[in-house]
């Protein structure tokens, strides 16, 4: 059952399902989440790279040598810098976007621990005022226009009811731009909220075991699924044997 549902889980995120490949294992282990999309591949002064995109971090390997796992994080030493500048534009050209060190949105999202990206920074209007939009695993950032000093996050206005237009748009946002969406209503999409499971990554799926049939989503943290009209019920894939 965990092994259906893990390998479906990534094709819907468009990712290929190698459990036996170390960045899998490490992401696993380490409790990093789902993969948000693709495996991509980096060079730097010669050597080729294989990275991937979880909810939490973005881990690499070299190319023939797939037991070596890093993550971005710990590409701290003045001679990593390279490859550390080198998968960041590896990891915002796969969202849609050019790595920019010196814009706000990119400076906050290095110094604060929301993931990484899942889609190009967008405007939206909200109540007659203008605001830019970034979307990340693990919240939404957001400013007035052209005030970059004033990074708010959903995760700061979700329960403030004066701020529910604005909330309200973020979310819906976050859900489109991941690849699921937001309903309110879905059992599993309040279990996400509630647990903070970070961006939807898929639509809901079905699949089946044991001739039972399950309904699962994949989220930034986790997968979660339940048997059809037992929505009570929910379970993790975190808690799953695969």
Not at 68 to 84: K, S
Not at 103 to 117: D, E, K
Not at 137 to 153: E, M, N, Q
């Amino acid at each position: 059952m965990g092994q259906k549902l893990l390998a479906e889980a990534y094709r819907q995120v468009g990712a290929v399902d190698h459990q036996d490949w170390a960045i899998a294992r490490v992401a696993r282990t380490d409790a990093l989440g789902m993969p948000t999309g693709p495996s991509f591949d980096i060079s730097v002064a010669g050597r080729s790279y294989t990275a991937q995109s979880f909810g939490r971090e973005t881990l690499l390997s070299p190319i023939g040598d797939w037991q070596r796992v890093e993550r971005l994080a710990a590409l701290i030493a003045p001679e990593q810098q390279p490859l550390r500048e080198a998968l960041l534009h590896g990891i915002y050209r796969q969202a849609g976007e050019t790595y920019h060190p010196d814009w706000a949105f990119h400076q906050y999202a290095l110094s604060t621990p929301i993931g990484p990206p899942i889609s190009a920074s967008f405007r939206i209007a909200v109540a007659g005022c203008q605001y830019s939009v970034a979307c990340y695993t693990l919240d939404v950032i957001y400013c007035p226009v052209d005030h970059w000093k004033a990074i708010g996050r959903l995760s700061e206005i979700r329960n403030d009811r004066q701020r529910q237009p604005l909330a309200q748009a973020l979310q819906a946002h976050w859900a489109d731009r991941g690849g699921g969406q937001a309903r309110p209503d879905w059992p599993l999409y309040q279990y996400a909220l509630r647990e903070n499971l970070g961006a939807p990554l898929s639509p809901s799926f079905r699949i089946t075991d044991n001739q039972h049939d399950y309904v699962a989503e994949a989220f930034a943290l986790d997968l979660i699924f339940c048997e059809i009209d037992n929505w009570k019920a929910i379970s993790r894939l975190s808690s799953t044997e695969i």
